[in-house]
Each structure stands twice: as C-alpha cells, then as structure tokens.
C-alpha cells in the first residue's frame, strides 16, 4: 500500500543525493589527521560515562547501598540533557586568537585531566570495600563534574567536526 502526500518531488530529490554521495568515494586526503582527532576527542568525552557506569556497577556488589540510593547516579547523566541550553553559550563565546573551538577544548581538557587525577588520587577514600559505606555524595561529585566537562566537550567536538571537515565528508556523516 503506498502513500502519496504530494511532496514525492522532494523524496526524489534527497534519493537523488543520498545517491550522489554515496556513489563517490569520499577523498580522505586531507582530512586523515582530522578524523584521527575527533576520534580520539570523542574517546575522551565518552570516558566519563562509562565510569559512571562503571561506579552504578561497583555499588551493586556494596551491601550497604540500597537500590534508591544507586539510582542517584542517573543524575550525573543530566549534563548532557542541559547541553541545549549551553550550546549557544559556547559557540557565541570564545578567545579570538585562540580560535572559537580551541579557546573551550585546551581549558576543558586540562580541567577533565586535572579532575581525573585528583579523583584517581581519591577514590580508595571514596569507594572502599564491600563491607564499608561508600561517600556517595563525593561519587556522584565527581561523576557529575566530569559528565558536565564532557557534555561541554561534546559540545565544542561537534561544531568543530563541522567546520574541519570538507562538505562532502560532512554530508557523508551529518546531512544524510
């Protein structure tokens, strides 16, 4: 059974691309170094997440932790549902000489760094044994301000892709 709503010329036209693009090789030239630093920038901002994870899963084998109380680590996870509201923020404000996208990434990735070294130095304190009640507060601090410094990565990563890579490898990846 087929549906028609008049709008069949404009199907016809993004097949037409999907088509166009598709057919032709993608020339990775110059953009090889470019793709290898958004890949890595994306490994970097997904880290936080998982650790997140990874805490929720230690907890589980805690069994002074209740159930309610490991659910608060859905909240570390908000950062990236307020990044809408952010976007605007960091596209709008940046250090000229720096460039609009780096004056964000250097300060976030000493930042994530620096926080990641202190938790590391931390989290024996934190997250002791099974039998010994875990500082959730100071977990979910830290879970919390990296996924914020992620979410604002994510942010900066993703404006950035768009203006380093040529139009072809953008419609490969974005448009289509």
Partial sequence: ?????????????????????????????????????????????????????????????????????????????????????????????YVQWIGRRKSWLLPLQILMGSFLIYAAGNIDNWLPEKTKRPNLVKLLLVAFVLNSLSAFQDIVVDGWSLTMLKKKERMLFFDV
């Fill in 1 to 93: 059974m087929s549906r028609t709503n008049g709008n069949s010329g404009d199907s016809e036209k993004c097949v037409a691309v999907l088509h166009k693009y598709t057919e032709e090789k993608p020339n990775l030239k110059g953009d090889r170094l470019n793709f290898i630093l958004l890949i890595i920038l994306y490994v970097i901002q997904g880290f936080p997440v998982g650790l997140t994870i990874a805490f929720s899963i230690i907890l589980q084998d805690n069994k002074t932790i209740t159930y309610s109380e490991q659910a608060i680590f859905s909240i570390a996870s908000w950062a990236y549902i307020l990044k809408i509201f952010w976007a605007p923020v960091v596209d709008a404000l």
